[in-house]
């Protein structure tokens, strides 16, 4: 009967599901299954939570980097002035976006006029960063264009200033108020240089996703940010915008040598490298970190098997003697272990996906329970907790699962395997 039994045949899984149902009156480990198998759904369920959240919360901060701002920002290397300052503006601005624009794989140049000012309405003051750009351009910026909110109207940009949402709360703003713009770099005397003072209409107020992108930028025309800035016949900037984002480091060398040799160049991927590395090191951490919880769970498995060898020491003695060989012994066992944890792990792969599905129903409640107070944006930096379900992800939660659990089976499997049957029914 050994040699001629097959791997894994019917009778062995029919009685490793009999040991696995038998109660704790029948010699069995009932309870202990239970609590193994909730724990391994537990841990696999905050895995595939985490992992869920980690990758909502990374595509969610890429894309308003790359919704917002520039893939590509040129610039030039700057001449000193006599005073001392380095002038970076570029003059023939419309001559090279041509150029630039005239790359394979570049989907928009925008020249650029930026400065920082100090905004104040009605005894309410806020720093803002001021762009200008002309009203095509803007309308092609996906996270100002179609934000997540927006008040006003876009095509109205001509007639006064775009402010984000944060700008507005802190000034107490609306559409069709006017508020003023402070310069210090204004205009130019005998005495010196005053502050350059102008009102301007709100025409557009937008939620472009991102806390700090709300709480300071604004925009302005461009030929009234040249003139507001002195600026009347040169840009800060192009802003560039390419067709795969991703792969900007592909053509940034082609941007570079179509700017010009006085030009360079700053990507988003430099621009934003370290909070992009940040972020890779906490993927890592989070990842062995709950690695170590679904192992913890796993062994689990370990106890309730150990239990359950000892309890059918009888029953594996009566096996032997029938013919049963070491390793349907083992296979049996490792069955009782494997099931528990192949169970777990498609429970809470559910239970994670599900989570990963509702999530806003679920933070809202849990915003609710705490009072509103759950999600501090200021911290954050964006307006939400986000999920994004990766098959990636999942296979490898499952993967991770089920090796720990196979892995940690065979040990009590094969301690019930090379049990002596001699030993076993001596005194019965």
């Not at 890429?62 to 570029?90: F, K």
């Not at 840009?235 to 040799?261: F, K, R, T, W, Y």
């Amino acid at each position: 009967m050994a040699s001629n039994t097959p791997p894994f045949a019917p009778f062995e899984w029919m009685i490793a599901w009999r040991y696995l149902r038998a109660r704790r009156s029948e010699g069995g480990v009932s309870t202990m299954t239970w609590i193994s198998l909730i724990g391994i759904t537990l841990a696999v369920f905050a895995l595939v939570a985490t992992l869920a959240v980690r990758s909502g919360f990374r595509a969610e901060f890429v894309d308003t980097i790359l919704g917002a701002n520039a893939h590509v920002t040129v610039y030039e290397m700057g001449v000193v002035q006599p005073n001392g300052r380095v002038d970076r503006s570029i003059r023939d601005y419309d001559a090279r976006a041509d150029l630039v624009a005239a790359v394979e794989g570049v989907t928009r140049v925008a020249p650029i006029v930026r400065g920082q000012v100090m905004a104040t309405f009605q005894g309410n003051n806020a720093g803002m960063e001021v762009y200008g750009i002309s009203k095509e351009n803007l309308a092609t910026i996906p996270r100002i264009a179609d934000p997540q909110a927006f008040d006003g109207d876009i095509a109205r940009f001509g007639e006064g200033i775009a402010i984000g949402s944060g700008i507005a709360r802190t000034l107490g703003a609306e559409v069709g108020d006017t508020i003023r713009l402070i310069s210090p770099d204004g205009v130019k005397t005998a005495f010196g240089t005053s502050p350059r003072i102008n009102g301007y209409e709100v025409t557009y107020i937008f939620t472009a996703g991102r806390y700090d992108i709300d709480r300071t930028r604004a925009y302005l025309p461009l030929a009234e940010a040249q003139s507001y800035f002195n600026s009347e016949d040169a840009v800060s900037e192009l802003e560039v915008m390419v067709q795969d984002p991703d792969n900007v480091d592909n053509i940034s060398a082609s941007i570079l040598a179509a700017a010009g040799e006085t030009a360079l160049i700053w990507t988003w991927r430099e621009a934003s490298s370290g909070f992009l590395n940040a972020l890779d090191i906490e993927d890592n951490v989070m990842f062995v970190i709950l690695s170590i919880l679904v192992l913890i769970a796993a062994m689990n498995i370990v106890s309730g098997l150990i239990m359950l060898v000892k309890n059918k020491g009888r029953d594996i003695g009566i096996l032997r003697t029938m013919g049963l060989s070491e390793g349907s012994i083992l296979r049996i066992f490792f069955i009782c272990g494997s099931f528990t944890g192949l169970i777990g792990t498609a429970m809470g792969v559910i239970f994670g996906c599900l989570f990963a599905v509702y999530v806003d129903q679920i933070f809202g409640l849990v915003n609710w329970l705490s009072g509103g107070n759950a999600w501090d944006p200021s911290i954050r930096g964006i307006y939400f907790l986000p999920a994004k379900l990766e098959l990636g992800d999942v296979l490898s939660a499952v993967a991770l699962s089920l090796g720990l659990s196979f892995v940690v089976t065979i040990f009590p499997a094969r301690r019930a395997a090379r049990m002596n049957p001699v030993e076993a029914l001596r005194y019965e």
